[in-house]
Structures are given as C-alpha cells and as structure tokens.
C-alpha cells in the first residue's frame, strides 16, 4: 500500500537543502509543482482555501 504525503516547502525556507537530503535518506520521491498552478495541488489549496476561510 502506497501512502502519499503533501509537504508544501517555500523556495525560500532556510532549511530546505537539509529538508531535502532528509526527505531523500527516507527513500520518499520529491514532487515539485509548477509555480502558481494551483490545479496541480488540488488537495492543498482546498486545505489553504479552508484556513484562510475559519
């Protein structure tokens, strides 16, 4: 059984080359998205959309 995760990292988060290195000792495939293409990350804009809405 496969199980996905959805991490939303900024380019300009400081700890993101050790984010990566740790993402990739764990075997998991990094996914980038294009910028400002919300179709391709339904999932998380739905659950941004609902933040910003409470």
């Known amino acids: 059984m496969r199980s996905h995760v959805i991490v939303i990292v900024s380019p300009r988060f ?3 080359a050790c984010f990566r290195s740790r993402v990739e000792g764990m075997g998991i495939t990094e996914v980038i998205t294009a910028p400002r293409s919300p179709w391709q990350k339904a ?3 739905r659950v ?3 933040i910003r809405r409470e």
């Open 14 to 16: 400081d700890g993101l």
């Open 43 to 45: 999932y998380v804009e």
């Open 48 to 50: 941004i959309g609902s």
